[in-house]
């Protein structure tokens, strides 16, 4: 016996085989030797071969958008390589690269098919094998799946969020040197009479009553800052341009200052005019700060709302509350492609007993998808319907891509499906959206044509028992 027979027979899928059907096996098949970093096969290549790892250790993994998805290590006496084969795929859909030096045993596709007809043992170990391996790498796919969009939505808040606390940042800062010029412009007290502490009071009263509710046409803006300009430097006023626009925008205009410089000495008129420019810059500001910091909470609260946190796994919710919380998380990825969303709801919709944060993955995955499918759209639309259907309900989610290939539609569903390229996808997605919809009891499906997809959830709005959905 050949020491490559002897070390194939201690292969657990070949254990039961006699020394005939080894030295069949040896024949048909050719040992490979390779150096620590080089690849025996590239994800895409030709699903030739299944192999065996004499000695020495090698990994499998796929290389996804921004890292590598390490599927198994594999090492000596390790039988692998049979997944795309028994799957019926045409390729290897992952790479396999050597770790150390590596002896490895490779068995040409149709001898592989010829032992498992020929030996009821070697098939049964095999399935096995095969059976268990696919439920590892369908757990680390869902896992990767999971990570992957975790790390979509927390880039897209973090830009969302930096928007708003850029601005409370900003507004801050300027509030600050503001504040610090109130004591630089200031007016003491002792230097003015009542009856002008009182005038004050009022033109800033007035001023504040007849802010403009929109902003100015910039024409009419600057024509209004010359007229003030020029009324300023008439009066020997220094630098008005510095408090200028502020003033226009407030709304002031030649007669207003007329009347105010006619109530308060000219001594301290510069004074009181900065006084004024200062207070509303800083209302403006406070005004900014508070938006900033609204925005910011609303985001925390469609975290909140998404995820269920601090929530039991089952909750009787409204079902546009998961779908308006999703579109915010997704908000910067609408945003970028600049995708309209509309909205056509049913607002007199049952609620609906649901594990709110898995029903949020099924939004997540249809919405990403209609996402990606309106990239070279020039006027991107999606739109969400919900409607009631006696005891379920129904949410639709459409966009005006270019629809899904008539070829592809009938493995939509499939697990590792996908028509993304190459680290783009793991083609769970929705075949986790799937799973999930029928954990509820409902059904998902889907109609398309170029130029409209629709997917359809349908639900039923009381959660079926474990028995009723078996």
Not at 135 to 142: E, F, H, P
Not at 188 to 210: F, G, K, R, V
Not at 321 to 349: C, F, P, W
Not at 437 to 446: A, C, Q, T
Request: hydrophobic share 40%; charged share 20%; aromatic share 8%.
């Amino acid at each position: 016996m050949t020491p490559l027979i002897e070390t194939l027979q201690q292969v657990a899928v070949f254990s039961d085989l006699p020394p005939e059907q080894l030295e069949w096996l040896v024949a048909q098949g050719q040992e490979t030797w390779l150096e620590p970093g080089h690849i025996l096969r590239q994800e895409g290549d030709l699903a030739d071969c299944v192999f065996v790892m004499l000695s020495g250790e090698l990994r499998v993994y796929q290389d996804m958008a921004n890292h590598e998805l390490v599927l198994a290590t594999y090492q000596t006496l390790d039988f692998f390589g049979e997944l795309p084969i028994l799957t019926g795929e045409r390729q290897f859909w992952a790479s396999g690269r050597a770790i150390s030096s590596c002896h490895i045993f490779e068995l040409p596709q149709a001898a592989f098919w010829q032992l498992l007809s020929l030996c009821p043992s070697v098939t049964r170990r095999v399935l096995s094998t095969m059976a268990q391996r696919m439920l590892d790498v369908q757990s680390l796919y869902k896992q990767n799946e999971k990570l992957v969009a975790l790390g979509t939505l927390a880039a897209g808040l973090a830009h969302e969020m930096n928007n708003p606390a850029a601005a409370i940042a900003r507004c801050s800062r300027d509030l600050s040197e503001l504040l610090s010029q109130l004591t630089t412009y200031g007016i003491t007290p002792p230097a003015l009479t009542p009856s002008q502490q009182q005038a004050i009071a009022a033109a800033y009263q007035e001023m504040e009553e007849q802010l403009p509710q929109s902003p100015l046409d910039p024409l009419i803006q600057s024509d209004r800052e010359d007229e003030l300009t020029r009324w300023l430097e008439d009066h020997a006023f220094p630098t008005p341009w510095q408090i200028v626009p502020t003033l226009v925008s407030a709304g002031v205009d030649v007669p207003w200052l007329d009347r105010l410089a006619i109530q308060i000495a000219p001594e301290h008129f510069p004074k009181v005019l900065n006084y004024f420019a200062i207070a509303l810059s800083s209302k403006d500001l406070l005004k900014n700060i508070q938006t900033g910091a609204t925005r910011i909470s609303e985001l925390v609260t469609a975290i909140k709302d998404y995820s269920f946190m601090d929530q039991a796994p089952i909750q009787t919710l409204d079902i546009h509350q998961g779908l308006e919380s999703t579109l915010a998380i997704l908000s910067h990825r609408l945003k970028q492609a600049g995708i309209t969303v509309q909205r056509d709801y049913d607002r007199n919709l049952s609620s609906i007993q649901a594990y709110g944060s898995e029903l949020n993955q099924v939004w997540t995955y249809l919405i990403d998808n209609a996402i990606d499918a309106l990239t070279e759209h020039p006027a991107p639309t999606i739109k969400l319907r919900t409607y009631q259907e006696e005891t379920h309900l129904l949410v639709e989610i459409a966009d005006n891509g270019p629809g899904i290939p008539s070829a592809i539609q009938p493995r939509i569903f499939e697990a590792f499906f996908t028509t993304k390229a190459t680290g783009q996808g793991t083609g769970l997605g929705l075949d986790m959206a799937y799973r999930v919809v029928r954990k509820h009891g409902g059904d998902i499906y889907f109609e398309s044509i170029p130029g409209n997809t629709q997917f359809y959830v349908r639900l039923p709005t009381v959660l079926p028992s474990r028995d009723e959905l078996q």
